[in-house]
């Protein structure tokens, strides 16, 4: 079983930064996939960014431009660079992680979630 721990969330004036991280521990062979998502109370969870093994990118687009997402393959852990933070950007911010841990096992894991408030 493969769990996740991020931290990095808190408090931030708008137009401020944030750097979040997600450490996976683990029987963990690769991860194929690392994603941030995000939800606020009354709203589907959306995917902000995510990363692939081969450090293909993807965003959202009302994080383009201002969010990097990055990957340390030899240490298991995502990285999610956040500036110019908008009281928009204001929601529960999930690590997810797809992956092997074994060569017929997959795990598809989420973190608890680390809170990320920006004030106007």
């Known amino acids: 079983q493969v769990q996740l721990v991020e931290s990095g969330g808190g408090l931030v004036q708008a137009g401020g930064s944030l750097r979040l991280s997600c450490a996976a521990s683990?029987?963990?062979?690769?991860?194929?996939?690392m994603a941030w998502y995000r939800q606020t109370p009354g709203k589907q969870r959306e995917l902000v960014a995510e990363?692939?093994?081969?450090?293909?990118?993807n965003y959202a687009d009302s994080v383009k431009g201002r969010f990097t997402i990055s990957r340390d393959n030899a240490e298991n852990t995502g990285y999610l660079q956040m500036n110019k933070l908008k009281p928009e950007d204001t929601a529960v911010y999930y690590c997810?992680?797809?992956?092997?841990?074994?060569?017929?096992?997959?795990?598809?894991?989420w973190g608890l979630g680390t809170q990320v408030t920006v004030s106007s």
């Open positions: 997810n992680m797809q992956g092997r841990s074994g060569a017929y096992s997959t795990f598809d894991s």
């Open positions: 683990g029987v963990i062979l690769s991860i194929d996939l």
């Open positions: 990363i692939t093994v081969g450090f293909a990118t």
